[in-house]
């Protein structure tokens, strides 16, 4: 199942978030690597950064995030949605179904 997580910036924290950066970044690195996540980043003004996560489970997405050093030591606060995609632009045949085989290691690669 697929999964929206919304990573808000907390201002007060900012000074910890720009310290603990590195450490968020490799986490973000490990779990595209992992094929755990699709996408990940900010939005323009920076409140926010939004991950498309694969996961068995709300409870699973919810602890996969969590472990985001950002959101383990305090600095942003999350919210995970379950997200059901139909629908991927210029695909060309390509199904969802198939982008979450791919991530996870059960089907070719695109």
Avoid: C
């Avoid at 990573?7 to 007060?12: F, K, Y």
């Avoid at 991950?51 to 489970?57: C, G, I, N, P």
């Avoid at 606060?77 to 991927?88: D, S």
């Amino acid at each position: 199942m697929w999964y929206l997580v919304l990573s808000r910036s907390l201002p007060e924290k900012e000074e910890l978030k720009q310290r603990n950066y590195d450490d968020h970044r490799d986490w973000l690195e490990q779990q595209h690597r992992a094929g755990r996540l699709l996408f990940s980043g900010p939005t323009s003004d920076r409140a926010y950064g939004i991950y498309v996560m694969l996961a068995s489970s709300l409870s699973e997405a919810e602890a996969l995030a969590g472990e985001d050093p950002h959101h383990a030591r305090g600095i942003r606060t999350m919210e995970v949605l379950e997200w059901a995609p139909h629908r991927a632009f210029r695909m060309d045949g390509t199904t969802i179904a198939d982008v979450e085989a791919m991530a996870t290691g059960n089907g070719p690669a695109l």
